[in-house]
């Protein structure tokens, strides 16, 4: 993630930077990809854009990137890399986002720049945001206030700047009156600017602080939102853009309601009062300036839709890319096996110069933008020159006169400027805001914590499945199972076996109420699942999945992390759950023991080590039932054997087993076969049937067996 931050901080930066300083742009490039000599070398095939502008700064990253061990990624990235990236770190952070549809997907949308903003301001997002702010009220308070008295200063200091040119083209042969004037009028202006200064820091403080608050409270109600929902949401949802709703589009949030608002005021407030000082000063200049603003500022708002729309498919192109890199990186071991370094560069490659091509047109457009708006602003200022020197020269103004309507104006066309910017930052603002309401208003389809709780006595521990029907949301086309039929005894072993792909797995989340069977029900100890609390179902099931992910923590807390409450789990607990788990001894044979710390997603553990590992996360709560989907399949027969026989005697279990050796101890073994139990019964007795699925499956596993150990001869 941190990798993949970089990259995209670095591509959106450098297309950021790349309109003022392509050439200096060109040398932070160099230098970053220098920083990993020897890994570029290797890759000179790659193909690159012929532009030395930012898509070719993401590839070369990526590049860098690919070629690391996974571990060591971070460490190839340079000083340099980040004294760029950190330069554009706002920008950059905020790559791509998403946007809902209407079945609670998501869809990669851009984020900051160029999304699909709203073009009026919607109430209810204003009420929203309004209610979001409240904790804050106070401090916003202050805030505002003091961008009162700064935005007042800020006004005042052209009238007394005036003042003092006056006082000195009028002062003629009385020099001691001059510079007691000029004297009284600098040290005013001095306090002013002071105040200013003081309002100024004291606004800054407040908004950030406040602002600070507000998206911290928002990423915690986000990201708790997104653990409530259902699996199948997250079946439907790319994690990408879920992390992108949660640090891009609070952000977003965040600013809009603080300094963009702040900004906003300022920007409002200066504009009217410079307004208002110009024609106090100059009623007659003021008239003739005004007549030249609105057909200016009609073409700034046309230009600005325009270059919305083009900024729009850039930032659409720049997710596409940043969404390849981060599977590719995240699954840089598949990458790695299969030798893609060079294709994955050349695809992402393409995609960075889609990108560089809209940015290319994007380009055209500001730079005719920027030329537009700076040749307006130099048309105004002359202008006012004109018509002020021919007031001047008519008596009709001072030079000191015409100097403060000269800075009004200035300060009236910036105010204008920041307003405009004002309004598209607020839209993005509502737009992220509507993603994230949406996302925070988002109903999961069964609570997490409600329902019947049954006392730990009252647990026994009798799974049965009768006539259930199921299909995965994302495929209700391919029923997974119909009509199914379990009995699994409270005490008893229960071994499912079958063909790959027939539902094992699926068994196993539709225990846990990872989903909802469509038809039919799943009882424990007859009470319907959907009838307990998932909450309480869930925290007396453990369960040891396909492929057990750890956390990158220690492996203490890794364990400790199967307890209700992981802080009250003592360490005796936890060498209790690794002794039943076969781990404790190449837990301690570890230099730093149970304090080892097992990298992202355990990476640098073996698989036997992760599943042991998991085996006591699972064991460590002491479950009623324990689900155990092939959780055994890393390890060798004999480490299999005792982790199994302590298992089968701590509690119920259902063994989920592609090895089917692994299940003799079973008190019974269901086959699962077409979408249906095809088979259940003794080891001995399913054996005993020739034409049954369990005999074949057996026979076909002996004779692979077979012909792998003659291979071997
Ligand atoms: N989250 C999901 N969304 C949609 N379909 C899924 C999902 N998970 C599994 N499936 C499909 O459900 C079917 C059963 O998968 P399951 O993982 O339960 O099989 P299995 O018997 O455990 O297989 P294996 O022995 O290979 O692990 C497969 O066809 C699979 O493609």
């Known amino acids: 993630m941190r990798l993949l931050n970089r990259m995209s901080r670095c591509s959106h930066g450098v297309s950021k930077f790349k309109l003022a300083q392509p050439r200096m742009l060109w040398l932070d490039h160099r230098q970053t990809l220098s920083a990993a000599p020897r890994r570029k070398r290797q890759f000179t095939g790659v193909k690159s854009s012929a532009h030395p502008a930012f898509p070719l700064c993401s590839p070369g990253l990526f590049m860098s990137v690919l070629p690391c061990s996974p571990l060591r990624g971070l460490s190839i990235f ?12 706002a920008f950059a952070s905020s790559s791509a986002t998403s946007t809902p549809t209407p079945a609670g997907q998501v869809k990669t949308q851009p984020d900051t720049e160029g999304e699909p903003t709203p073009t009026t301001v919607p109430l209810e997002d204003v009420k929203r945001i309004l209610k979001l702010a409240h904790p804050e009220r106070w401090k916003l308070a202050a805030a505002l206030g003091f961008l009162t008295i700064s935005s007042g200063v800020t006004m005042s200091s052209p009238f007394l700047l005036g003042k003092v040119i006056d006082t000195i083209y009028t002062a003629g042969a009385d020099t001691e009156a001059m510079t007691a004037s000029l004297t009284s009028l600098c040290i005013m202006l001095t306090g002013v600017f002071l105040c200013g200064g003081a309002a100024n820091a004291a606004r800054v403080y407040f908004m950030q602080t406040s602002g600070q608050e507000i998206v911290r409270n928002l990423r915690i109600s986000v990201f708790s939102s997104i653990l409530r929902q259902e699996v199948a949401f ?17 952000a977003v949030v965040g600013r809009s309601i603080t300094d963009n608002l702040s900004d906003g005021l300022r920007a409002v407030a200066q504009a009217a009062a410079g307004v208002s000082m110009m024609f106090y000063v100059s009623p007659s200049l003021a008239s003739f300036v005004l007549l030249i603003v609105p057909p200016l500022a009609g073409l700034a708002v046309v230009y600005g839709r325009y270059l919305r729309s083009i900024s729009k498919s850039t930032q659409d192109a720049l997710a596409q890319a940043t969404q390849l890199a981060e599977e590719r990186i995240s699954n840089m071991r598949t990458v790695r096996a299969f030798g893609k370094e060079l294709s994955e560069v050349n695809t992402y490659t393409e995609k960075t110069d889609q990108v560089l091509l809209l940015a290319r047109k994007e380009a055209v457009l500001r730079a005719g933008f920027f030329g537009v708006t700076g040749l307006s602003g130099n048309i105004m200022i002359l202008s006012v020159l004109y ?32 307003l405009s910017s004002f309004y598209s930052e607020l839209m993005k603002g509502f737009g992220a805001g509507s993603r994230l309401w949406e996302l925070l208003d988002r109903k999961p389809e069964f ?61 196993v989340s539709l225990l846990l109420r990872l989903y909802d069977c469509n038809s039919g029900s799943i009882t424990i100890d007859g009470h319907d699942i959907r009838d307990l609390n998932p909450y309480w179902l869930r925290s007396h099931i453990g369960t040891v999945s396909q492929e057990p992910v750890l956390f990158s923590y220690s492996i203490r807390d890794n364990i400790a992390y199967g307890a209700v409450d992981p802080k009250a789990v003592t360490t005796e607990d936890v060498y209790r759950a690794a002794k039943a788990a076969n781990a404790f001894n190449f837990i301690q044979a570890f230099p730093n023991g149970f304090n080892t710390v097992v990298g992202e997603k355990g990476v640098l553990l073996s698989g036997g080590q992760k599943q042991r590992i998991a085996i006591a996360r699972a064991l460590l709560k002491n479950p009623k039932i324990l689900l155990l989907d092939e959780a055994t399949s890393a390890l060798d027969a004999e480490n299999e054997l005792l982790v199994q026989e302590a298992l089968e005697r701590l509690m119920e279990v259902v063994i989920i087993a592609h090895r089917l050796s692994t299940i003799q101890n079973a008190n019974a073994v269901a086959v699962l076969d077409q979408q249906r139990i095809a088979e259940c019964g003794q080891h001995v007795e399913l054996l005993s049937n020739r034409q049954g699925l369990f005999r074949k499956l057996m026979e076909k596993q002996v004779f692979i067996q077979d012909e792998h150990k003659l291979a071997l001869r």
């Open 78 to 89: 340079s000083p340099h890399t980040r004294t760029v990236t950190h330069t554009l770190v």
């Open 234 to 250: 997250f079946d439907r949802n790319r994690t990408g853009e879920l992390i992108n709703r949660l640090s891009a589009d609070t």
């Open 387 to 418: 018509k002020g020197g021919l007031l001047m020269a008519s008596q009709h103004m001072t030079v000191g006169e015409l100097s403060a309507f000269l800075m009004y104006t200035f300060w009236v066309g910036i105010s204008i400027a920041g």
């Open 447 to 507: 609570p997490l914590n409600e329902g019947l709780m049954l006392s730990a006595d009252q647990l026994k521990g009798r799974l049965e499945f009768s006539d259930v029907s199921f299909a995965y949301p994302t495929r209700s086309e391919a029923p997974i199972f119909q009509n199914l039929n379990l009995l699994v005894p409270a005490g008893s072993v229960m071994a499912v076996v079958g063909p790959s792909g027939s539902g094992k797995s699926t068994l």
